[in-house]
């Protein structure tokens, strides 16, 4: 196998590699800058320098030349070379800053440079904390700058697209934005205009940068030189707590990270997946903070002479317990969603099923031709799949109404659906009918229903989707509800204000806490008032049931879904047909 | 707004220097000038003639035309100086001369006299530091060893339509040494 010497110590590699993606890869440190591991590479800017040989090797003596301790000669490349651009060779010598005086100068110098007409405006910038200029330039910089003169000024505050803002003084020209438009997104928007000092990237005058995987430039920008007009001077980084998650905003299930701040999402950002996304994700999947935070459903709602109010969760649950035990069990209709997860439609058709109604049925959201070939499923609720393998019952939107208005039905239980919004019903044929909803947010289903049950959304529970790839995934709270607690739940993250923070001080509060439970267990309290056996402390013993139960899941689990980033069901069920 | 279009001689002619090469992209610079020649400039509207043209984006014509001072990225006046600021122009008090050009006519660098005769640009370098200081005619002809006088003469020409002469420059072996002073 072939060697490296990497700071005089040996290490084996297999196959082309590039020396900034092995020493990366073997938990090393090199600075850099402009190099991403999905793009293509320019070395531009001078950040990974090492010293790099290799050995003499004798034609004639078919052997390497050794010196008089009979070690090899080393042959070092003239100048300092860019690390991410030199291929790995068998024998081959690299010295970094560990070793190496001359990278270590090296590394301050471009520092030096890079920063002569940067604005240093770290306390008022948004990259800050998680800014590889700050970083390195703390680790590898020069003390102060040499540089006496007015620094260039460039445009500031340049609104590239509706997502975009561009601050071009802080730009280090690497060009990692504009490569991923070239190479991933392909929509070949922006571009480095001027030249030498002036350089900045931009779209063609008049045009919009609104591609719609455009604010993964504002993650893979190393400076603070693209923000996103979102999440701009909304929090500083080291105020949130990262949690990963997934993408509910579609059928693809990216893998993301949730930022929150005393219980409100600040921003979503992707989450490295080589299984589904890789380091992107589509701009509409960040908008599903607002899901999280905004016109969320507090505290269960009972209609009392045609007029909502708030209830306690024990009237909630006797209102529904007298409705369910007030007519026969063929009289109900219980609605899951592609929208909720594993657990919860199997909690539904669970509990029905042992109430005395077998059949569960959901509409899938699927609009042909609206998503593209890349992140952007056409299928609109990230749990299709997930709802078919547990077999509930798949009807088009037409059957689910004729279901839902049909004179056999008393009662119409509904998980998560906005059918009123989907126009699936009208607000008035569902306001026909006692229906009882379990749901995240406000919206026009909630509106007309008897008893509205607020439900947990992905960012505050545990639970599973299948995405259109037939991929599990789950996720983990990132928000605590009335009733969890960071502190307490070993699984949930804290950062810095979730240890530090008091309810005395200025910073955090109980307000953003939302009064709602997963739909799972609001079924387990429903099942105690009617005396049914359905009991669950944890939404991993909903699913440890399913697994045992449902062939589709078998073999699967929560650590499972956690160290292989997901999980193919599609595919392990073909290996399966494939051995019969 | 104007609709600039090329004529089916000049597409076939565009399509010949597309020929020359593996993919369109280096095509972009030849045609830029084809259109600044034909409109006079090449306003964003021709930079996305250009892109139509060559099936590239907007964005990538447009990054090859802002880098060179050399494309009118905005109509200019008839006669543009460029004036070159460089490294060995500005050691040889470049500034002072596009600071006198200015002065003279009454504007800044960037800008277009109002009779639409002409505009100044401050340049990178020319490649005749030999020269300097020195400016470039509308890309054309080079006058170097800039001084007050010259300038006052080249504007005058210019006013009735006089480029300078090409200024031969004797090779070193046979230049007059230099008066000591
Ligand atoms: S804006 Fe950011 S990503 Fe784009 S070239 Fe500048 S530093 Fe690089
Ligand atoms: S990372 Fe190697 S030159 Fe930028
Ligand atoms: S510096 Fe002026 S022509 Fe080179």
Redesign the pocket.
Known sequence: MAEIFIDNKRFEFEGPTKVLQFILDNGLELPFFCYHPSLSIPANCRKCFVEAGQPVFNRETNSFELDENGERVIRFFPKLMTACSLDATDGMVIKTHVTSELVRRGQKDTLELILINHPLDCPICDQAGECPLQIQTYKYGPEGSRFEHKKVHKPKRIQLGPRVV?DAER????????RFTDEISKSKQLTIVQRGDNNY?VTAPGLEFDDPYSVN?VD????G??TSSDFRFKARVWEMSQTPSIDITNGKGCSIDIWTRDNLVMRITPRYNPHINDYWMPDAGREAYKIYNENRISRPEVNVDNQKIKSSWNNALLTTSEKIQSIQPNEILVVGSAYASVEDNFALAKFFGQLGQEKAVFAPNIIEGSGDDFLISDDLAPNTSGCEFLGIDQLDKEKLAAEITSDQYKLIVILHEDVVGRQIVTADQLASKFSIYLGTNKNQTSAVSNVVIPVTTAAEHFVSYVNVQGRIQRTIPAKETLYTNRRLDLEMSMGRLDHFGTQFDNWVTDKNKIDCIPAWEFLVRLAHELNIDFKFNSAREVFQEIVAGTDHFSDVSYERIDSELGVDLANKQKEELNLA | MQNYEFTKEELAKIDKIIAKYPNPQPAVMPVLWMAQEKFGHVEPEVQQLVAKTLDLTPAHVYGVASFYTQYYKEKKGKYVLDVCTSFSCQACGAYDTLHELEEKLGIKAGETTEDGMFSIQSVECLGACGYAPMMQITNDVYVNHLTSEKLDKVIEGLKQDKLPEFEPIPLVQNREPAEEK
């Not at chain 1, 730009?171 to 504009?178: A, F, G």
């Not at chain 1, 893979?220 to 400076?223: A, L, N, Q, W």
């Open positions: 561009l730009c280090i020209n690497c060009t990692r934005c504009v990237p430039t893979i920008c190393p400076v030189a693209l």
